[in-house]
């Protein structure tokens, strides 16, 4: 069965920096484009980034570009989400997200993590 299972969120100070981890198990990301989510409460969730596997091109929302970097490990089958100098305004579930196609629109994803809360205070 393909599943995502993201790690890594936690409560930080603003300004801090946390890494998040997203693993898919039952299938490899050669293929695939992934992408990274958030959901604040009460807001409407949020595209941070898309990693593009036919080129490997990623792209960031304009609200974490200079803080926030993917990077990926091919052996271990895994996406990092490195976020620094965080902000009470990056306080959210992050997910992750997976499917074949171009652009992360987050109505085609095929895979879904369940999310890993992030808390970040001022």
């Known amino acids: 069965e393909a599943q995502l299972v993201e790690s890594g969120g936690g409560s930080v100070q603003a300004g801090g920096s946390l890494r998040l981890s997203c693993t898919a198990f039952?299938?490899?990301?050669?293929?695939?484009?992934i992408g990274w989510f958030r959901h604040a409460p009460g807001k409407e969730r949020e595209g941070v980034s898309c990693f593009s596997a036919g080129d490997g091109t990623i792209e960031y929302a304009d609200s974490v570009k200079g803080r926030f970097t993917v990077s990926r490990d091919f052996a271990k089958n895994t996406l990092y989400l490195q976020m620094n100098s965080l902000k009470p305004e990056d306080t959210a579930v992050y997910s992750c997200a997976a499917h074949i196609g171009l652009g992360c629109p987050t109505n085609l994803m095929d895979h879904w993590g369940k999310g890993t809360l992030v808390n970040v205070s001022s």
């Open positions: 039952g299938f490899t990301f050669d293929d695939y484009t």
